[in-house]
Nanobody, 119 residues
Framework: VQLQASGGGLVQAGDSLRLSCAASGLTFGTYTMGWYRQAPGKEREWVAAISSGGNTFYADSVKGRFTISRDNAKNTVYLEMNSLKPEDTAVYYC??????????????WGQGTLVTVSS
């Protein structure tokens, strides 16, 4: 299984950014997919998830600002991030096979993509 995340970068507070994660080596449409993030000196935390049926779930810290979506034809999951804040600065990780929201409940991890939000 490979999860290739992309789309990170340096933006200013209030800007938007879209992350993408291309998956291979798994039956993508059957997996719950998610995004996590890890800020310097902090534990990895769950951000958002989307079930195989398209149901979406968000951490309170991003609800109303972030949108997760998936394109099963492209084996890709997205994270649209709006109204970014400096506290959103972190390495963002794509994940597959979530069995819960804790990081220990993830089946597969992708490499991270760095998002830096300047004030």
């Amino acid at each position: 299984v490979q999860l290739q995340a992309s789309g990170g970068g340096l933006v200013q507070a209030g800007d938007s950014l879209r992350l993408s994660c291309a998956a291979s080596g798994l039956t993508f449409g059957t997996y719950t997919m998610g995004w996590y993030r890890q800020a310097p000196g902090k534990e990895r935390e769950w951000v958002a998830a989307i079930s195989s049926g398209g149901n979406t779930f968000y951490a309170d810290s991003v609800k109303g600002r972030f949108t997760i979506s998936r394109d099963n034809a492209k084996n890709t999951v997205y994270l649209e991030m709006n109204s970014l804040k400096p506290e959103d600065t972190a390495v963002y990780y794509c994940a597959a096979g979530l069995r819960g929201w804790g990081a220990s409940n993830v089946g597969y991890w992708g490499q991270g993509t760095l998002v830096t939000v300047s004030s």
